[in-house]
C-alpha cells in the first residue's frame, strides 16, 4: 500500500552502523569546518577589497556560496546518520534537501561554465574584454545561473515526489538522492527517468560540452604565443579555473555515470568524496594558485599580527 505524503518518512541508512563511529564522524565534521571558514573567507574577500570586484572574483564568491549551501545542506544529516547508523527524515524534508542538492549542483555547473566564458574572452578576445564581460553582465550571468537551476530543480522535485511511494521507506544512501527515491515509488517510473535525463542534457552535458570548445579555443590561443614566459602567464589566469572544473566535474561524473549508483560500498565512498572533499577544494585551489587572493590573505595576516603585537 502506498503512503499519503504526510505520513512518508524515510529512513536514511548509509553505511549502517559502524563499529566505532566517532573517527569518521570527528574526520568529515574537520573538513566540514575547514570548508565553511574557507568559502567564507573568499567571499569575504572579494566582497570586502576593491581589487577583487571583477567578473572572475565575482564567480569565485559565487562558487563559495554554492559549496557553502551544498555542504550545510547534505553533512549535518551525513553526520547524523555517521553517529546513529540511520536517520529518519520526513517527506517536506526530504523534498526540501533534495531540491537544495539539486539547485546547488546545477548552479555550480553553470557557474563554472559562465567563468569558462569569462576566462575565454580574457585569453582569446583581450582589447575587448572589458567592453564584453564588465560586472553588470557578470551580475546577469550569476543570477541566470541561480535562476535556471532553481526552475529546472523545481519542476523535477515536482515529478519525482508527486509519485505514491511504498513501505519499506528505506534509502541505502546519505541523502535523497534521485535513483534511491525512484525505487521506491509504487508507480512505473520510466517516464520521469526519461525527463530527468532531458532536464540534465542543458543542466550538465551543454554545459560540459561548452567547456570543452572554449578550453580548446584558449589551448589554441595559448599555443600561439611565442615566448614560453608569455604562455605561462597567460595559462596562469585560467589554471585556478580549469583544475576546479576537472575535479568537481570529474567527481561528478565518477559518481552519477553508474546507473546502480549509491547501492554499494564503493559508490557510497565516491559520494562522499563529491560532496565533502570537493566543496573544500575550491578555496585551496583559488588561495594557492592565485596571486591576488595570496596577496590580499598575506596582507590580512599581517595586518592581524601587526594588531596583537600593538595590544602587546
Known amino acids: 500500500m502506498a503512503n499519503t505524503t504526510d505520513e512518508v518518512q524515510f529512513i536514511l541508512r548509509g553505511f549502517g552502523k559502524l563499529y566505532n563511529p566517532f573517527p569518521t564522524f570527528s574526520i568529515f565534521l574537520i573538513i566540514y569546518i575547514v570548508t565553511l571558514c574557507g568559502n567564507l573567507l573568499i567571499i569575504a574577500l572579494v566582497s570586502t577589497y576593491h581589487q577583487l570586484h571583477t567578473p572572475m572574483y565575482l564567480f569565485v564568491a559565487h562558487l563559495s556560496i554554492c559549496d557553502i549551501v551544498f555542504t550545510t545542506n547534505i553533512i549535518p544529516t551525513m553526520l547524523k546518520i555517521i553517529l546513529k547508523g540511520m536517520y529518519k527524515i520526513s517527506m517536506p524534508r526530504c523534498i526540501f534537501q533534495y531540491y537544495v542538492y539539486s539547485l546547488s549542483t546545477a548552479a555550480e555547473c553553470l557557474i563554472l561554465t559562465a567563468m569558462s566564458y569569462d576566462r575565454y574572452l580574457a585569453i582569446t578576445k583581450p582589447l575587448h574584454y572589458t567592453s564584453i564581460m564588465n560586472l553588470s553582465v557578470c551580475l546577469q550571468l550569476v543570477g541566470s545561473c541561480w535562476l535556471t537551476g532553481a526552475l529546472s530543480t523545481l519542476i523535477m522535485v515536482f515529478m519525482i515526489f ?151
Request: charged content about 15%.
Open 162 to 312: 508527486l509519485r505514491p511511494f511504498c513501505e519499506p521507506n528505506v534509502i541505502d544512501h546519505f541523502i535523497c538522492d534521485v535513483a534511491p527515491l525512484l525505487k521506491l515509488s509504487c508507480s512505473d517510473t520510466f517516464a520521469v527517468e526519461v525527463a530527468i535525463f532531458l532536464f540534465c542534457i542543458p543542466l550538465l552535458v551543454t554545459p560540459f560540452m561548452f567547456l570543452v570548445v572554449t578550453y580548446v579555443c584558449i589551448f589554441i590561443t595559448i599555443g600561439r604565443i611565442r615566448s614560453s614566459n608569455g604562455r605561462k602567464k597567460t595559462f596562469s589566469t585560467c589554471s585556478s579555473h580549469l583544475t576546479s572544473v576537472c575535479t568537481y566535474f570529474g567527481t561528478l561524473m565518477t559518481v552519477y555515470m553508474d546507473p546502480n549508483r549509491g547501492h554499494s560500498t564503493i559508490n557510497k565512498i565516491l559520494f562522499l568524496l563529491y560532496t565533502v572533499v570537493t566543496p573544500l577544494f575550491n578555496p585551496i585551489i583559488y588561495s594557492i594558485k592565485n596571486q591576488e587572493i595570496k596577496k590580499i590573505i598575506a596582507m590580512v595576516f599581517s595586518t592581524i599580527r601587526s594588531y596583537f603585537k600593538c595590544k602587546n
